[in-house]
């Protein structure tokens, strides 16, 4: 069973848990985590989304996950990261690009560059089924395809030019 800290709508904490698939109270909110990883060609790691899972079955996605009851925001980010495709992340390589915040979460938006291979990566089983990396056009007409899950390109649409930003790629 997993467990959420609640926060109000300023992020401040309310000293209360949330169990994960039971509804949320309104004006409370939890921490997700939603991780971009960069490789030096300026691709983006993408994953497949398991055909078992509730929300956005078989469709394509960025790591993503919510930070459980005592964990930081980062150290939800190295761990969904790790979890989701093997990828180990020390702190100094992981940078919080911003905060978007949605009726019943704030999602923090991190960025990291890493070259690895698709074969050295680690999917999680009932989580991911495969991964792959892409340019950021790919995954624009895969979005536009309905390829990609909704609240993952909602969520990048928002932060695309601070991530083109930080990784010196030109608009």
């Known amino acids: 069973m997993e467990y959420w800290d609640l926060y109000d709508e300023n992020r401040k904490p309310l000293n209360k ?14 921490i997700v ?3 971009v990883t960069v490789n030096s060609k300026n691709q983006i ?21 919510s930070a459980l009851s005592g964990e930081t925001s ?15 992340c020390k702190d100094d390589e992981l940078f919080e690009i911003s905060t978007i915040k949605e009726s019943a979460a704030f999602i923090d938006v991190y960025l990291t560059k890493k070259d690895i291979e698709i074969e050295n990566l680690t999917m999680q089983p009932g989580e991911t089924t495969e991964a792959k990396w892409i340019s950021f056009s790919e995954f624009d007409k895969m979005a536009e395809n ?4 909704g609240s993952i390109v ?10 083109f930003e930080k990784i010196n790629l030109k608009i």
């Open 146 to 149: 309905g390829y990609v899950a």
């Open 74 to 88: 980062k150290k939800a980010a190295l761990r969904e990261l790790f979890e989701e495709t093997g990828i180990k």
């Open 17 to 30: 848990t949330h169990q994960r698939g039971l509804p949320q109270n309104e004006n409370e909110y939890h």
């Open 154 to 163: 909602r969520r990048l649409g928002i932060v695309k030019n601070l991530i």
């Open 45 to 65: 790691l993408i994953t497949h989304r398991d055909p078992n899972k509730e929300s956005y079955p078989n469709l394509w996605e960025v790591t993503v996950g």
């Open 33 to 35: 985590v939603l991780i």
